[in-house]
């Protein structure tokens, strides 16, 4: 079986500071093929790409951690992977997925393209907001194999609004450790009256007082439990927002 694909750090550098905004117009990424690496552990997922559905993520998010699920957490932090795997591999998902350029309606060309086809840096925020990468973390978070009639359950919560795992759990630190995602996740699943309306401004509230909480404790020796009995706490204040 193939072993799959990697471009190499000066490239990825290059293709980033030599961005060329035409080269996101056409149906293929040019790309020098010179400039790649194999990963001799990890197989080559055939027909990704077409498993893809550009109007559900939850679903693309499923398919592309299953493609990937032999990853280990420091491999799929790699600017490497996931760049190329948005510019080549995954780039037909890609344009159709995220079309503003090729339509001619971003903003800024330069800036829709770094936002989505790039890592900004290796940190969880910039992991959790690429386009591919945000995907296959979002699954790893909120997975829970002890859950044998569905592990995804929590995975459905966490793509219930787009900017949950992305803006929300991602940008603090909260969101790297996988036993707070899924305390809250369980959390709201077992308060879901608490969450019917608001349901952004309210999962903002409670990963910023988890977070707050994270600044004095050290969360990531604690379990879903002791993250779910925090948000009870607050429910009171939950239910006000």
Known sequence: MAKQVIFKEKYVKKIKDELNVDFYRGNEFMYDRKQTLMLPNINFPEGLSEKLNTSDDYKSAIQIYEAFRELEPIQASDERLWTYLSHVDLYPYMIKRWDDVQKGIAKDNKKFILDHWFLSSSTQSSLMRHAIAGLWWSVYLSTDNTRMDNKYHLTKILFRQL???????????????????????????????????????????????????????????????????????????????
């Not at 450790?177 to 369980?186: M, Q, R």
Request: overall charge positive; proline content about 3%.
């Open 163 to 241: 900017d949950f795992p992305t803006r929300t759990l991602g940008t603090y630190k909260l969101g790297r450790h996988k036993e707070a995602v899924i305390g809250i996740l369980e959390f709201i699943e077992d308060n879901e009256d608490l969450f019917k309306t608001k349901f952004e401004y309210k999962t903002r509230f409670v990963t910023k007082h988890l977070n707050v909480i994270g600044g004095v404790k050290p969360i990531s020796y604690y379990d879903r439990n002791f993250f779910k009995e925090e948000l009870k706490k607050i429910s009171e204040k939950i239910f006000k927002i």
